[in-house]
């Protein structure tokens, strides 16, 4: 289930450093994006928790959800890099991973192990060093 939460992301602007030449003196081209999740009606109770436990470095003490960006040149494009960018990290949050079941491994397997490990025993015993005393 893909969530957007387009609708509800609130955009601020500010001067961004970066190429651009004097564009970057005059123009607010950087977009910070923020999405205040408490209030949000697009996710419900436990999925909102979801989003707070995987981007708690991301969310604010106010409960918002913060991203910027300043890649583009355009507000625009910054604007859009924003809303890409958040609907993919809730959508990505949302998604529960499968639990890993441990599987021992097969008899035959195991057998199959523990014959390579003696086929490497004798041939590492050939390598070695004749000893004087081993003939005695």
């Not at 918002?64 to 924003?82: C, D, F, I, Y």
């Not at 021992?104 to 490990?117: D, L, S, V």
């Amino acid at each position: 289930m893909k969530v957007d939460i387009t609708p509800e992301i609130w955009f601020q602007t500010a001067r961004s450093g970066g190429k651009g030449g004097q564009n970057v003196n005059k123009v607010e081209t950087m977009v910070e994006g923020r999405w205040h999740i408490a209030s949000s009606r697009l996710v419900n109770e436990e999925q909102k928790e979801r989003i707070r436990e995987k981007l708690a470095n991301k969310i604010t003490d106010e409960d918002q959800l913060l991203v910027k960006s300043q890649t583009e040149r355009s507000q625009l494009g910054n604007k859009g890099e924003v809303t890409r960018k958040m609907n993919q990290l809730i959508n990505s949050a949302l998604i529960r991973q499968k639990v890993r079941r441990p599987t021992k491994p097969t008899r035959a397997a195991q057998e199959k192990r523990i014959e390579t490990k003696k086929k490497n025993r004798s041939i590492k015993e050939l390598r070695r060093k004749i000893n004087k005393h081993d003939y005695l």
